[in-house]
């Protein structure tokens, strides 16, 4: 019951921070200097032309009954006209944000299931060779921006070797599995098209690994740090006392308290993942939200904008959410707390 | 005080990791400081084209070899540092003092002014800086002013969250009581005996921050959105470098590995002021 009550009192919480956060940003499209029904008009538009279009668009009303309207939208799934794409926002959203998440699905999976276990093995040999090339690997990868890795790995691995296509989600002549969920990958495996599933693994593969890389270093120095406290508690030295395997030490008695801190971070992180999202999209040519996003900001396209924002701040509230319940359920200090 | 001082240098030089951070961070300060000296070709920072000396590799006279235009890539990019370190700093002196004022009112004084200030707080720090950074300054001006700005808005609810929960843990101690009864204005106990207790944290963070927002205005410039030529910056020209890397690998090695140096510089300082104040912020 109380975890139920904490689950609540974070979504309300949540809610509010999503409706502040809209107001922000719808602000910030309308009050930065320039005229959007110019913008989406162009500049060979008549004076009346231009005109029709700012009472359509409600841009003669004082800016709080524009936002009231706005939100009225939003509550009917309407975020209004992208004037790049010429369609509804949610349209776009609709079509582009699978492919968003599809890569942080699988940037995530990569940063708990490499990062942890090699943070692991990095605390069992404290100041060994192995140790020191995880940090050097780990601490690479934290300094260098997102970009810069999504290149160097696009040169090596597509570029030089030939292994992996460089851009895009699925070979041209391919064509996308059924959408079922959007997520390339998993429809291709539910139509049992094992063709179609390779080409899209092959796809996401450097993409998400180049998102995954900063994130997932973080995970190894966390999980290296707290293990290194967790390995010299009284209860594993009890463990070691008893001759248990390495392994079981490793993995069940020192990785487990380790990990609680670790995971309160991946939630952070995960807002750094979602912006360097921004940085990938565009290095890979990824037709996920955040390529559409940026390329509504350079077309000044400001309901796209505001959509995509919303978008991404609900995502990161939906994972924070996510993460204090788990921390709530495998940690019963903070749920009573 | 002097004996604090000297036991804190005690503890931070046990580190090598700290002091390398120390050097390279002190290099880079000083190369910004005097980089119209030590360059061979400070012209080349501005509008300068010399066709008949285009894509040179590296070599005694172009020690980063030379750019698409005829310019220099070791002067451009020891004036990069100079933008993107500017910047930073900039960025850093306008959000630092204004985040730490809202979050010792915040943290001190309980009540609506918390609640209200948490949310915008919340609202902020809801999505990555960068986005941030992009809407704004993709809607306004593609300038370093407008870069500044945007930035700062976005960067003071950090430091507002952090000095908040420190005088929220604080508050409550008995030295602070013990002003009180002495008759301390708030103003003293905010500023005199909460925020001392702060700045270990803060300067740990604003090394690390340094880096951070360079990072984030070499992201802008790789999107396009950052400073704009031809004012040199390690973003824009490792990204402009990056469709020629394998005929003229010098254009965006350098600018990249540039950025890297700097970065590793700040995060290894930040990581030996972390241990040597004994903060456990992980």
Known sequence: MKLFKFIISRIFSSSITLFGLSILIFCMARLIPGDPARMALGDRASLEQVEAMREKLLLNEPIFIQYFSYLKGVFRGDLGYSIFTKKPVTQNIYDFLPATLELLLFAGFFMIVIGVPLGAIAAKNNGKLSDFIIRFFAIFNIVTPAFVIGILLMILFSHNLGWLPIAGRISDPIFPPVRITGLYTLDSLIMLDFKNFIDSLKHILLPSIALSLAGLSQAIRLTRANMLDTLKAPYTEMANAFAFSDKTILFKYALKPALIPTITIIGLDFSAMLGNAFLVEMVFDWPGIAKYGVHSIMNADLNAIVGVVLIIGLMFLVVNILIDILIALINPKVRLG | ?282
């Open chain 2, 1 to 282: 005080m002097l004996e604090n001082i000297l036991i804190f240098w005690f503890k931070f030089k046990m580190n090598p990791f700290s002091i390398l951070g120390l050097i390279i961070v002190c290099v880079v300060v000083l190369i910004t400081i005097f980089v119209p000296f030590i360059t061979p070709f400070p012209e080349h920072a501005g509008k300068v084209v010399d066709f008949s000396n285009m894509n040179q590799p590296p070599n005694n006279i172009n020690y980063f070899g030379t750019d698409t235009l005829g310019r220099d890539v070791f002067s451009r990019t020891m004036f990069a540092y100079r933008t993107s370190f500017f910047l930073s700093l900039v960025v850093l002196l306008i959000a630092v003092p204004v985040g730490i004022f809202f979050g010792l009112l915040g943290g001190y004084f309980t009540g609506l002014f918390e609640n209200i200030l948490m949310r915008i707080v919340d609202v902020f720090l809801s999505l990555p800086a960068l986005v941030l950074a992009m809407v704004i300054i993709g809607l306004t001006e593609h300038s370093m002013t407008y870069i500044m700005a945007a930035i700062s808005l976005l960067w003071w609810p950090w430091y507002s969250r952090l000095v908040y929960s420190i005088t929220k843990s604080i508050k409550n101690e008995d030295y602070i009581a013990a002003a009180k009864i002495c008759g301390a204005s708030n103003f003293h106990i905010l500023f005199f005996e909460i925020l001392p207790n702060c700045l270990p944290s803060i300067l740990t963070k604003i090394t690390t921050d340094l880096a951070f927002v360079i990072m984030i205005i070499a992201a802008l410039g790789f999107v396009g959105l950052g400073v704009q030529p031809p004012i040199p910056d390690l973003g824009r020209m490792t990204a402009d470098g990056m469709d020629l890397v394998f005929d003229s690998y010098w254009l965006s090695l350098f600018p990249g590995l540039a950025i890297l140096f700097l970065v590793v510089g700040f995060n290894l300082l930040g990581d030996g002021l972390r241990e040597a104040f004994d903060l456990d912020l992980r």
